[in-house]
């Protein structure tokens, strides 16, 4: 079975400044995907960035950089420079084989970017 | 543009009425799921869809039907829904043979069983 944990409920950040949040993950597929996602408070979920358990280097997506520890089990999201339009929830997620593509979520992290 | 559409987008219901949210896609992908979002819990597949005729249970499918009669929809039916029910539901899909690409979200349906 596949688990995503996110053992931070709530961050706070100020503005500009960098921001990590934390995702570990337990899987036994040797091949699976990682995924960040941003749910603002309007509910839509968007995507955010992408690692695939083979990749060699850290994925980033402008602001956003995957910190991909393989041996520690670890994706964690990196935001530069915060911006007030940040503040949103974020969940961790990853793919591994069988159910459609099915998406194994974490229970998410609320962010929120403060002056 | 390519999307996936859901409808209603918010809904207030009442124990045991018979339900149906649609879901539809324009991206001709094979792929389709439901998924609900708890509090807490994140997001937790209900149902999942291969392609045409084929569908199959993911983690919390008690309580909810699907079918998947045409490529570009997958509907959720919920028979007799119950206060449990409440949530918020993602209709999402995605290519067969893309295992990079992410799965594409509809906007979400808030639902409210009283």
């Known amino acids: 079975a596949q688990k995503i944990t996110q053992t931070q409920p709530g961050m706070f950040v100020q503005e500009k400044e960098a921001v990590t949040l934390d995702c570990t993950y337990d899987?036994?597929?040797?091949?699976?995907?990682l995924f960040w996602y941003k749910q603002p408070s309007s509910g839509e979920m968007i995507f955010l960035i992408y690692?695939?358990?083979?990749?060699?280097q850290n994925a980033t997506e402008g602001r956003y950089s995957l910190n991909f520890q393989k041996a520690r089990k670890s994706a964690n999201l990196v935001i530069s420079a915060s911006q007030l339009g940040d503040s949103a929830m974020y969940f961790c997620?990853?793919?591994?084989?069988?159910?459609?593509?099915?998406?194994?979520f974490g229970t998410g992290t609320q962010l929120k970017v403060e002056l | 543009e390519a999307q996936v559409t859901q409808n209603p987008r918010y809904l207030i219901t009442v124990t045991g009425k018979k339900l149906t949210v649609t879901c539809s896609q324009n991206?001709?992908?094979?792929?389709m799921s439901w998924y609900r979002q708890d509090p807490g819990l994140g997001l937790r597949q209900i149902y999942y869809?291969?392609?045409?005729?084929?569908?199959d249970k993911g983690d919390v499918p008690e309580g909810y039907k699907v079918s998947r009669k045409e490529k570009r929809n997958f509907p959720l039916i919920l028979e007799s829904p119950s206060p449990n029910q409440t949530s918020l539901y993602f209709c999402?899909?995605?290519?067969?043979?893309?295992?990079?690409?992410?799965?594409?979200f509809g906007p979400g349906t808030r639902l409210t069983v009283l």
């Open positions: 997620a990853m793919r591994g084989r069988g159910g459609g593509n099915k998406l194994t």
């Open positions: 869809s291969m392609n045409v005729e084929v569908t």
């Open positions: 991206m001709n992908h094979e792929y």
């Open positions: 999402a899909s995605s290519r067969r043979d893309r295992v990079t690409d992410t799965q594409y």
């Open positions: 690692q695939g358990s083979y990749d060699q």
């Open positions: 899987t036994s597929d040797p091949s699976y995907g």
